[in-house]
């Protein structure tokens, strides 16, 4: 089946630093992936749709200057947190949709993230 | 907008114990209905979806019927297995024109016992 990963699966870094995650489809071309944001007990709420070579498209309430969003290729999209604090502190999970199969989504793993 | 409800866990059932976990959902136009299911440590998979009114989607004993006069999707399976322990994600998608962005539920916890 089709493979989606993410990379780091855990990650801690320092208020006011950098981080960027990687979502990559291993076996798939994907035109379109997800970033969702998942809290304790709460459902999965969707930030933002990339589109291969093109800026992404980001909800209400979700800053596009926070929360950089890079699809470079059809195998990889990027979610930069930028000057991190704690309040993002989360589970960051991507999806991809493979290319002319709109409507199908395969999920990656998530990336823990805790800003101390 | 679009969103989906489902029943707060978490559900423990004994093995081959009878499964149902509600979802609801209110939706403008015609949504496609999902069920995502997580297991300990792993990434969402589908497990079963419908596209219209009236479609039973199933898979691995699970079955959800789309019901739309009632906007219901629960999902039911007839006899659990501790292998099914896991969460459960019901998830709606919009009308194409959302690029098919997912709307999940909060997820129900399921645990069964031996």
């Known amino acids: 089946g089709a493979v989606v990963s993410q990379h780091p699966s855990r990650v801690i870094c320092k208020s006011g630093t950098s981080v960027k995650i990687e979502c990559r489809s291993l076996?798939?071309?994907?035109?379109?992936m997800f970033w969702y944001r998942q809290f304790p007990k709460k459902s999965l709420m969707l930030m933002a749709t990339?589109?291969?070579?093109?800026?992404?498209?980001?909800e209400q309430g979700v800053e596009k200057d926070k929360f950089l969003i890079n699809h470079a290729s059809l195998t990889l999209s990027t979610l930069t947190v930028t000057s991190a604090h704690p309040e993002d502190s989360s589970f960051y999970i991507c999806?991809?949709?493979?290319?002319?199969?709109?409507?199908?989504?395969?999920f990656g793993p998530g990336t823990r993230l805790l800003v101390l | 907008g679009d969103s989906v409800t489902q029943m707060e866990g978490p559900v423990t059932l004994s093995e081959e114990a009878f499964l149902t976990i509600n979802c609801t959902y209110t939706a403008t136009g015609y949504p496609s209905l999902f069920w995502y299911v997580q297991y300990p440590g792993e990434g969402l998979q589908l497990l079963l979806k419908?596209?219209?009114?009236?479609d039973k989607g199933s898979n691995k004993g699970f079955e959800a019927t789309y019901r739309k006069e009632t906007t219901s999707f629960h999902l039911e399976k007839g006899s659990v297995q501790v292998s099914d322990s896991a969460v459960y994600f019901c998830a709606l998608s919009p009308d194409s024109n959302s690029g098919y962005a997912l709307n999940f539920g909060k997820g129900t916890s399921l645990l069964v016992t031996p």
């Open positions: 076996d798939f071309q994907a035109t379109t």
């Open positions: 999806s991809a949709s493979p290319q002319g199969r709109a409507g199908v989504q395969y």
């Open positions: 990339s589109n291969e070579g093109s800026k992404a498209t980001y």
């Open positions: 419908a596209t219209k009114a009236d």
